[in-house]
């Protein structure tokens, strides 16, 4: 025997749940009629018709709109559950696909900037070339400047000689 969905839409269950969404309201009801009537007492008694004798059908009151509104909440809960389900689940994937997104954007970027750091655009075609890449894969633009002086190669941007400091152009 297999206990899935068919065990929750139990047609017993469904009676118990229909059965606590009638009693529910008619206890909350209840309650709230016992309490207006102990409150309505308390304030009439207040005004001078003498002591509060129904004042205990306000306890009662509040006693029975617990349980009904316990009972209520019972009878619906099914309902809710269901309804918050089936409302949640496509925002909770939405949320979950939002940062996922987000993630993977910013991690993207971060590599980005990485890999930006240890490599160089041509000054010609803008096309990112390795660090260590003499000319653009690209267009085949010199990525670096070879010193008239001592002939070590520096950065394509360098303005002077990182090996013996003479002025590049
Ligand atoms: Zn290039
Ligand atoms: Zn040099």
Same mark, same amino acid.
């Given at each position: ?8 839409? $139990? ?7 229909? /059965? ?13 009629? @016992?309490?207006?009537?102990? /409150?309505? $007492?308390?304030?009439?008694? @207040? =005004? ?48 979950? =696909?939002?940062?996922? $997104? ?29 660090? =260590?890449?003499? @000319? ?26 990182? =090996?013996?400091?003479?002025?590049? $152009?």
């Amino acid at each position: 025997m297999r206990f899935n969905k068919s065990n929750i839409t $139990d047609p017993k269950h469904n009676k118990t749940r229909k /059965i606590l969404k009638i009693i529910g309201p008619i206890v909350l009801g209840i309650g709230i009629i @016992f309490f207006l009537i102990g /409150i309505i $007492d308390f304030f009439s008694a @207040f =005004n001078g018709m003498g002591t509060p004798t129904l004042f205990w059908a306000c306890f009662v009151g509040i006693v029975f709109i617990g349980i009904g509104s316990t009972l209520t909440g019972f009878g619906f809960m099914k309902n809710v559950g269901g309804y918050v389900a089936s409302q949640s689940a496509p925002i909770l994937s939405d949320t979950v =696909n939002y940062v996922a $997104d987000n993630i993977s954007d910013s991690i993207a970027d971060t590599a980005n900037k990485v890999k930006k750091c240890s490599s160089k655009t041509c000054p010609k075609c803008g096309a990112i070339n390795d660090e =260590n890449d003499k @000319f653009c894969s690209n267009c085949g633009t010199p990525l670096t400047k070879k010193c008239p002086k001592c002939q070590n190669e520096n950065n394509i941007d360098s303005k002077f000689c990182s =090996n013996c400091g003479e002025k590049l $152009d």
